[in-house]
């Protein structure tokens, strides 16, 4: 079974202070790797797909690096804009998509 | 661009009645369609993946005869919660898949639903 593991939970930032966030997964034959971006109340905003270790990915503060074991969401300067929870998912080789819990990232002006 | 739309974006019904829940694909076609279910501070859990003009596939432990779901057009699938109770009480989202669109597996997300059930 596909899993994917998301730490830490939660992380708390001064605005400015850059961090990672950590996805690791195991996954029969992975078809691809996702980042999204949830705000309370409403529903996951696609980020970035990864489909091969070594790929990176980047949109204005957020780049996205992935390893055969895990990926990593940077956050560069962050501002308050960029709080929510940020969620991790993985497509096996039987075409379904396992999301983990995310980590809740809270930027402190 | 691709943007989903769910409607209602919430509702309250009362214990044994059925709700609808629709989805639509504003800018895109969208041959199939994916049902979560969300509890406070827990990951997305699939429920049933839509595909146009076909039966839904229920993920295993989800009920079929409970969650209705049909997909009648390229641009809409509809999820019916029947003989709703206090313990459907949850945040339902759909996603949908661009047609055409290869390999690619980027699932496209509606707002949400918060339904709650008295």
């Known amino acids: 079974e596909d899993q994917v593991t998301q730490s830490p939970e939660a992380l708390r930032l001064q605005e400015g202070e850059s961090s990672s966030l950590n996805c690791s997964y195991t996954v029969s034959g992975l078809r691809g790797l996702f980042w999204y971006r949830q705000d309370p109340g409403k529903g996951p905003e696609f980020l970035f797909t990864l489909y091969s270790a070594g790929e990176e990915k980047e949109k204005e503060r957020l780049k996205a690096t992935l390893t055969k074991k895990e990926s990593f969401l940077h956050i560069t300067a962050p501002k308050p804009e960029d709080s929510a929870t940020y969620l991790c998912?993985?497509?096996?080789?039987?075409?379904?998509?396992?999301f983990g819990t995310g980590t809740k990232l809270q930027v402190i002006p | 661009g691709a943007v989903v739309s769910q409607h209602p974006s919430w509702v309250i019904c009362k214990s044994g009645t059925s709700v609808k829940i629709e989805c639509r694909s504003l800018d895109f076609q969208a041959t199939t369609m994916f049902w979560y279910r969300q509890f406070p501070k827990q990951s997305l859990m699939l429920m049933a993946t839509s595909n146009e003009g076909s039966k839904a596939t229920y993920e295993q432990g989800v009920e079929k005869d409970k969650f209705l779901i049909n997909h009648a057009s390229l641009t809409l699938s509809t999820l019916t919660v029947t003989s709703a109770h206090p313990e459907d009480s949850s945040f339902y989202i759909c996603?949908?898949?661009?047609?055409?669109?290869?390999?690619?597996?980027?699932?496209?997300f509606g707002p949400g639903t918060r339904l709650t059930v008295t």
């Open positions: 998912a993985v497509r096996g080789g039987y075409q379904k998509v396992t």
């Open positions: 996603s949908a898949r661009k047609s055409a669109a290869g390999d690619s597996y980027e699932q496209y």
